[in-house]
Nanobody
Framework: QAQLVESGGGSVQAGGSLRLSCLDS????????IGWFRQAPEKEREFVAA????????YYEDFAKGRFAISRDIAKNTVYLQMNSLNPEDTAVYFC???????????????????WGQGTQVTVSS
């Protein structure tokens, strides 16, 4: 059974960086699409970035382009989200999620993902 675990959250000042990690202790990420989402208080969960593990294609929401980078380490079965130039609007709980590769992938919709981690808090102060 999939067990996604996020780590790497914390508190930083505006302009700082954090690297989030997502590990699945129950299965390999092969043939999965791994996504990062975030949810701020009283807001909807929103897509941040995703990576097709096998094809190594990456996808980003507009606010993440140029600041965030998603990557994978095959040997460690881990997906990373490097976040640079953080600002207070990035404050949220960040979740990783997984969905099986399909002929048609919908990467931005949370309900398409069947496995979720517990989330890690990211707080950016001004």
């Amino acid at each position: 059974q999939a067990q996604l675990v996020e780590s790497g959250g914390g508190s930083v000042q505006a302009g700082g960086s954090l690297r989030l990690s997502c590990l699945d202790s129950g299965r390999t990420f092969s043939n999965y699409v791994i996504g990062w989402f975030r949810q701020a208080p009283e807001k909807e969960r929103e897509f941040v970035a995703a990576i097709d593990w096998t094809a190594h294609r990456t996808y980003y929401e507009d606010f993440a382009k140029g600041r965030f980078a998603i990557s994978r380490d095959i040997a460690k079965n881990t997906v990373y989200l490097q976040m640079n130039s953080l600002n207070p609007e990035d404050t949220a709980v960040y979740f990783c999620a997984a969905q099986p590769q399909r002929e048609t992938i919908v990467i931005e919709t949370p309900t398409k993902y069947d496995s979720w981690g517990q989330g890690t808090q990211v707080t950016v102060s001004s």
